[in-house]
């Protein structure tokens, strides 16, 4: 596989920017000599093609540039977040990674040998293939991580037709799928991929020398925005009531803003209508996609709607039994310590319910986050959106609890602008949701808690 033809596209750019890394910009013209020097580091260290190398760090030139040397090389790549790094040494096993380059926060990095053998078929056909591939990781909510091994190849092939070129905000993390997504697209179309900086603290005042650290905080993100004029923020939905919440859209000059696009969970709708309301200005486009699959093409049917419409060239949908399935040939090869889950026809189940409207689907939450009440379903989604209409309620996580005779009930636990009384709070809910929701789905267990639960990559935590 060659990819001179994406590589091509930086010559014309120029002195355009790239990057916007730490507050300063890094040109195309800079980018493609920094991937040729990579290529030649990487011979100078012994790093052969085919070879599965480990990337530790996080979004920043340098690191940026290695990773298109590595697949120019034809690499197998193992990215690895810092947000991640506690599961680095399961995630290294797993994709059985030979040579790993970690990243210091100054985008110094380091070279270090492993003493692993490549003995996965998967593995072993990108080598023999001269394929380049990626080896990414889920989040393992349900059960251990599975390792999910993408051609590269493959992956790529959908960027060689130009899109609108974005100053984008580099919020998903680089060893997820959106995040890689991010930032091939953005290099793909002549964009510019911005990396928020995080705000100094008092114990660590800045200094000339002081490294740069990534901010994702929703003050640090709108001041990145404002600082440097982007366009586009790709997010959660999670981070997105946050931001609501933290009322820093009105703190900072966010008019250039033109595109929020949200996926990676269920949004509620109520968050979805308060930020149509918040940022009128701003297009709110949903997206969807999986590890497994990679990020597809969607339209949603106007801002503050969560119908969407998934698919195009190269992608089917169909809906059986209320589930999503899909087939695409830029889908995964396989999971490196699982069966396969395509079906015969290559097909794959996402386990996502959706409700239908056309062409038009509505994604209604996975069917491993169902709750289960006397054999009646409830979605989660559903009912934090509806406890997300009540006064003074600033978040909510649904999920379900055991129970003897019902199997399961919905809990809750919410975060509240200011004290109240439980009994009070659970019977103004119950209240509330008179008329909203069907008895089964009111929450019977309300616990409050003092801040939003989300992992490191802004997804709701349920408990299970």
Partial sequence: MSMDWFLERFAPRGEAPAFIWADRAYSYAWLAQEVEAWGQRLAQAGIAP???VAIHGDYSPALSALLLALMANRNILVPIASASMENQVEFSALAQVEVAVAFAPDDSWQVSWQQQAVAHELLLALRQGGRPGLVLFSSGSTGKSKGIVHDLGLMLEKFRTPRPAWRTIA??????IGGMNTLLHTLANGGTLITPAAAPTPAAAPTPAAAPRTGRSPAEVCAAIARHRADLLPASPTFLNLLLISEAY???????????????????????????????????AQTYGLSELGILRAKSRSSDSLWVKVGGEGVETKVVDGVLWIRTRSAMLGYLNAPSPFDADGWFCTGDRVEQDGEFLRILGRESDWINVGGAKVYPA????????????LDATVYGERHPLTGQIVAARVVLAAPEDPASLKRRMRDHCRGRLEPYKVPVKVAVVEGPEHNARFKKLRPR
Avoid: N, W
């Avoid at 919020?171 to 997820?176: A, G, Y």
């Avoid at 966010?254 to 308060?274: A, D």
């Avoid at 559903?382 to 309620?393: F, R, T």
């Fill in 50 to 52: 085919g070879q599965v």
């Fill in 171 to 176: 919020f998903l993390l680089l060893d997820h």
């Fill in 250 to 284: 009105r703190q900072h000059d966010l008019s250039s803003l033109k595109l929020i696009t949200y996926g990676t969970e269920v949004m509620p709708e109520t968050v979805l209508r308060r930020l149509a309301t918040a940022l009128p200005g701003v297009t709110l």
């Fill in 382 to 393: 559903e009912v934090e959106s509806i406890l997300l209409e009540m006064d003074g309620v």
